[in-house]
């Protein structure tokens, strides 16, 4: 059993920044890709951005390509979702996720889910 618990949500003007953290409860995550999904009221969970523990393979969706960045801290079981210049469509929740498939959690089915981090930016 994998626990993923998130933080780093908040309130933050367009063009501003943020930095989301998901810490997993186990240190043989390391076998999973983890990622980063986003949800508004009435749709679906979309993918964000993905990435091996090892640190490579980050992949991005093409709204947040260039703007965010997605990285690791294996040593603390954490994976990182920094957020750059940020724009009022990307107000969301923001689910953390571990999955044995990277191509599974790009289409959202995944193997554990976080709790989920509101960020809400303002025009």
């Known amino acids: 059993q994998v626990q993923l618990v998130e933080s780093g949500g908040g309130l933050v003007q367009a063009g501003g920044s943020l930095r989301l953290s998901c810490a997993a409860s186990v240190r043989t995550v390391s076998r999973y890709t983890m990622g980063w999904l986003c949800q508004v009221p009435g749709k679906g969970r979309e993918y964000v951005a993905a990435i091996r523990w090892s640190g490579d393979s980050a992949g991005y969706a093409d709204s947040v390509r260039g703007r965010f960045t997605i990285c690791t801290d294996s040593a603390k079981s954490t994976v990182y979702l920094q957020m750059n210049i940020l724009k009022p469509e990307d107000a969301a929740v923001y689910y953390c996720?571990?999955?044995?498939?990277?191509?599974?959690?790009?289409?959202?089915?995944?193997?554990?889910w976080g709790q989920g981090t509101h960020v809400t930016v303002s025009a």
């Open positions: 996720a571990a999955s044995l498939s990277a191509r599974m959690l790009t289409i959202g089915r995944v193997d554990y």
